[in-house]
């Protein structure tokens, strides 16, 4: 069997070099995405040692896939403030810090 042979950039139709290029920004956007969440989060919300995510991120598409799937802990998401049906009870207030709605007992 014969031995492919790798085309140069040159060789390349314009949709071949567009895949490429899409390809390659699709691989930076995740990689820097899962590098970013991973610096600004706390290491008791990552599964296993941040350092391992981070070199993991340099993997071809994966690495950045697997971080987001496997590498967070999801918490509850946080409880909206007031839980009442009025404005009032929302906490809602105007500029001059006038309540909306009605007062509550």
């Not at 990689?31 to 991973?38: H, S």
């Not at 070199?55 to 998401?77: D, E, Q, V, W």
């Amino acid at each position: 069997m014969g031995r492919k042979k790798n085309k140069k950039w040159s060789e390349l139709s314009g949709g071949q070099r567009f895949g490429v290029v899409l390809g390659a920004l699709v691989q930076f956007a995740l990689q820097g995405a899962a590098l970013r969440d991973l610096a600004k989060r706390p290491k008791d919300q990552v599964n296993g040692p941040k350092a391992a995510w981070a070199a993991a991120s340099f993997i071809n598409t994966i690495g950045p896939i697997a971080y987001f799937l496997l590498g967070r802990k999801h918490s509850p998401a946080p409880a909206a403030k007031g839980s009442g049906t009025s404005a009032a009870s929302s906490g809602l207030k105007t500029s001059m810090g006038v309540s909306i709605g009605k007062k509550l007992g």
